[in-house]
């Protein structure tokens, strides 16, 4: 769905773009409004790790805590880039009923 407004909006091909995320500081009850590009995501966690907020990254998870939250995540559209970040980390995510 992020994909298919960015085409509408600026007129792109859908299976030249993909999904950029960005780990926001806050959290849910800090977010009042939408997102002015993309989509806020909440209610996620991390199995076996957790997310450090004043390094920005993924730490070792604490002893005896299995699940951490995750803080809100930024989800927008653009260009593919053949070009790999070596500041990425490509992770599955995993929808759990």
Do not use: H
């Not at 992020?2 to 977010?31: H, M, N, P, W, Y």
């Not at 076996?48 to 559209?77: H, Q, Y």
């Amino acid at each position: 769905a992020i994909k298919q407004i960015c085409c509408q909006s600026q007129g792109l091909e859908l299976d030249k773009l993909q999904v950029f995320t960005d780990v926001t500081k806050k959290d849910a009850k800090s977010v009042d409004s939408e997102s002015k590009e993309g989509a806020y995501v909440t209610g996620m966690f991390l199995e076996g790790a957790r997310w450090d907020s004043t390094s920005n990254s993924l730490e070792d998870s604490r002893p005896k805590e299995m699940f951490t939250p995750m803080p809100v995540i930024t989800c927008k559209a653009g260009m593919q880039t053949d070009k790999a970040d070596k500041n990425t980390y490509l992770c599955p995510t995993y929808c759990v009923p």
